[in-house]
T-cell receptor
């Protein structure tokens, strides 16, 4: 089956620093990947759509300058949280689009900002 | 914009019994996809079942089946012969049918507890 990986699985950073999260499709090519955010005991909220070779599309209310997305190849999208603050602490999940009704999720990355 | 509502924050069922999780949605689109995802404590999202809105027949996957009522915009999940491994958060999700790739809109989730 299609596999999506995320790295790191857990990261702790200090307030004001930046952190990069990688999302890779391991056995298929994905022109489109998605980034979601999940607060504790809450649902997943779509943050942005990452398109290979073009700019990401951000959902309303998501700061594009804080959450930088780069989709440099057909198997890799990265999310960089810039100047992270404690309120950015969350669980970030990516998914890769394979077909009209198939999206495969990565295992998620827990970000803790101290 | 589409919305997905799950009105049951938590459900509990005895092992081997049947449980139904509710989901309603709001959309002005005529074609779309609906999904149920399971999120165990590992937090890995696992696809349970999906339904294309243009299909009248309800989807089934082994012990999992849906009751899709398009006119009522209802999409419930029935789990038969509940097993301990079914304990998890369950999310109902909506995706537009459009030509491009769209992300999913999720409901708030239902925490399913299986009593041994």
């Amino acid at each position: 089956g299609a596999v999506v990986s995320q790295h790191p699985s857990w990261v702790i950073c200090k307030s004001g620093t930046s952190v990069k999260i990688e999302c890779r499709s391991l056995d298929f090519q994905a022109t489109t990947m998605f980034w979601y955010r999940q607060f504790p005991k809450q649902s997943l909220m779509l943050m942005a759509t990452s398109n290979e070779g073009s700019k990401a599309t951000y959902e309303q209310g998501v700061e594009k300058d804080k959450f930088l997305i780069n989709h440099a190849s057909l198997t890799l999208s990265t999310l960089t949280v810039t100047s992270a603050h404690p309120e950015d602490s969350s669980f970030y999940i990516c998914s890769a689009h394979l077909s009209s009704y198939e999206q495969y999720f990565g295992p998620g990355t827990r970000l803790t900002v101290t | 914009a589409q919305t997905v509502t799950q009105s049951q924050p938590e459900m509990s069922v005895q092992e081997a019994e049947t449980v139904t999780l509710s989901c309603t949605y709001d959309t002005s689109e005529s074609d779309y996809y609906l999904f149920w995802y399971k999120q165990p404590p590992s937090r890995q999202m696992i696809l349970v079942i999906r339904q294309e809105a243009y299909k009248q027949q309800n989807a089934t996957e082994n012990r999992f089946s849906v009751n899709f009522q398009k006119a009522a915009k209802s999409f419930s999940l029935k789990i038969s012969d509940s097993q301990l491994g079914d304990a998890a958060m369950y999310f109902c999700a909506y995706r537009s049918f459009g030509g491009g790739a769209d992300g999913l809109t999720f409901g708030k989730g239902t925490h399913l507890i299986i009593q041994p």
